[in-house]
């Protein structure tokens, strides 16, 4: 059974840092890996998106220079590093993934996407205040 786990989130005031963990099991993570998040009553939209493990990254405008995606193929674990947080970034994060390797071309193409990944974690809460 393939599962994907997300951990980290939390309360923190504007200005302050969190790192979420994405860890799966019952499937190698390892490619075309999203973040996306959620605020209720609105639209499941993407953060950013790691290729593989070295890169490279790509991420919404409000969120670059701020949030990095990383991977780690040898813990079976995406990250999510949020620095420099805003209230409006607060949402639940959620991890998205594909059932196999794809090209980097069509992550590209599909990684804002919520319908085109098959495997999601369940969620973790990220509160920022003022």
């Known amino acids: 059974e393939v599962q994907l786990v997300e951990s980290g989130g939390g309360s923190v005031q504007a200005g302050g840092s969190l790192k979420l963990a994405c860890e799966a099991s019952?499937?190698?993570?390892?490619?075309?890996v999203a973040w996306f998040r959620q605020v209720p009553g609105k639209a499941r939209t993407g953060v950013g998106v790691?290729?593989?493990?070295?890169?490279?990254?790509y991420y919404v405008d409000s969120v670059k220079g701020r949030f990095t995606i990383s991977l780690d193929n040898a813990k079976n674990t995406a990250y999510l590093q949020l620095d420099s947080l805003k209230p409006e970034d607060t949402a639940m994060y959620y991890c998205a993934a594909l059932p196999a390797p794809v090209s980097g071309g069509y992550c590209l193409t599909i990684w804002k996407n919520v319908g085109a990944f098959n495997y999601w974690g369940q969620g973790t809460q990220v509160t920022v205040s003022s």
């Open positions: 019952g499937y190698t993570l390892s490619n075309c």
């Open positions: 790691i290729l593989h493990e070295a890169g490279p990254t």
